[in-house]
């Protein structure tokens, strides 16, 4: 029993301090805009920096659509006419 809760302990201490990331691009390392111990402005300009002017687009057009849906008090998803 007491090696269980001295495992249990490690295995906390092990995902506190070395928190997994998610592999987004399939590239095998992690990027700064993956990381989640790099300062948020870093991994801001990371990713902006990674983005076509396509994505970049389209990232604004959802949060304009998500807004627009907010002020009506809908918060459905949009129907497309």
Same mark, same amino acid.
């Not at 506190?16 to 590239?27: E, G, M, P, S």
């Not at 994505?55 to 990232?59: D, L, M, R, T, V």
């Given at each position: 029993m007491?090696?269980?809760?001295?495992?249990v302990i490690l295995s906390f201490i092990n995902?506190?301090?070395? /928190? *997994?990331?998610?592999?987004?691009?399939?590239?095998?390392k992690m990027d700064?805009?993956?990381?989640?111990q790099a300062d948020i402005e870093e991994r801001i300009d990371d990713l902006l920096g990674r983005m076509n002017l396509d994505?970049?687009? /389209? *990232?604004m057009k959802a949060i304009g659509e998500v807004q627009l849906d907010n002020q009506r008090g809908d918060l459905s998803e949009k129907n497309s006419q």
């Open positions: 007491k090696s269980l809760i001295i495992l995902t506190v301090l070395f /928190a *997994q990331y998610i592999d987004a691009n399939k590239n095998g700064v805009y993956e990381n989640p994505e970049k687009i /389209a *990232q």
